[in-house]
């Protein structure tokens, strides 16, 4: 009888070993986590995910996950390649990420690959995808000036009308008068 209850305990506590990869949990991860940059099969920010695990290894993920910078620096190949395709837009660290939680959401990564995106956009070409993912830089300027120009020329037309209205007032005080 006590053999049979420590192999039963034994037999629960088995699983907690052999912990598989969960893509529901990985899931809950990669849209709190990572889908502001990521999506599994369209380019965002960051490259589509669908793949990873056939063009990097295992390792080479987990640890670019927790901190692609440290690697950039330390002068990994694959990861400042990755780097400069994407603009040289830096992934922020993700240190308190488990191997195990990375893992789920490899898992969720591979379930969700294949898959088509709902929101597909009409362009061909994975960077024209974002074109509003532009970051602020010299080439949106003509738009900022043009912005800027619009805001000014509406200020001085609300300048003018206001001015307007206690000119056609102070005429019509005078005219009572
Ligand atoms: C702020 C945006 C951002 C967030 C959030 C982000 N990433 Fe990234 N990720 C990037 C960018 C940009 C790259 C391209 C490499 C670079 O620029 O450093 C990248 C690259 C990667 C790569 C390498 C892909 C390849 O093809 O080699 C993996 C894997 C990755 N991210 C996983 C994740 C995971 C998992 C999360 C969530 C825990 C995450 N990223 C969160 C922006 C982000």
Redesign the pocket.
């Given at each position: 009888m006590k053999n049979k209850v420590i192999y039963f305990a034994l037999l629960l506590l088995f699983p907690a070993f052999l912990r598989a990869a969960d893509p529901v949990s990985g899931k809950k991860?990669?849209q709190a986590?990572?889908?502001?940059?990521?999506n599994v099969n369209k380019k965002l920010?960051?490259?589509?995910?669908a793949g990873?695990e056939n063009?990097?290894s295992l390792e080479?993920?987990l640890s670019?996950?927790k901190s692609?910078?440290s690697m950039?620096k330390a002068g990994d190949k694959?990861?400042l390649a990755?780097?400069?395709?994407?603009?040289?837009?830096?992934?922020?660290d993700?240190p308190d990420?488990s191997d195990d939680l990375?893992k789920d959401?490899?898992a969720y990564?591979k379930e969700e690959a294949g898959k088509t995106p709902k929101d597909e956009a009409p362009f061909a070409r994975p960077q024209q995808k974002q074109p509003h993912l532009m970051p602020l830089t010299i080439y949106n300027m003509p738009f900022m000036i043009a912005y800027i120009m619009l805001v000014i020329i509406i200020i001085i037309l609300l300048i003018f009308l206001v001015n307007l209205k206690s000119y056609e007032k102070h005429m019509d005080d005078k005219r009572k008068e």
């Open positions: 991860l990669f986590r990572c889908a502001s940059c990521h920010t960051g490259p589509a995910l990873v063009r990097r080479w993920i670019f996950v692609s910078q950039i694959d990861a990755v780097y400069n395709q994407n603009n040289q837009v830096t992934m922020p993700h990420l990375i959401i490899l990564v």
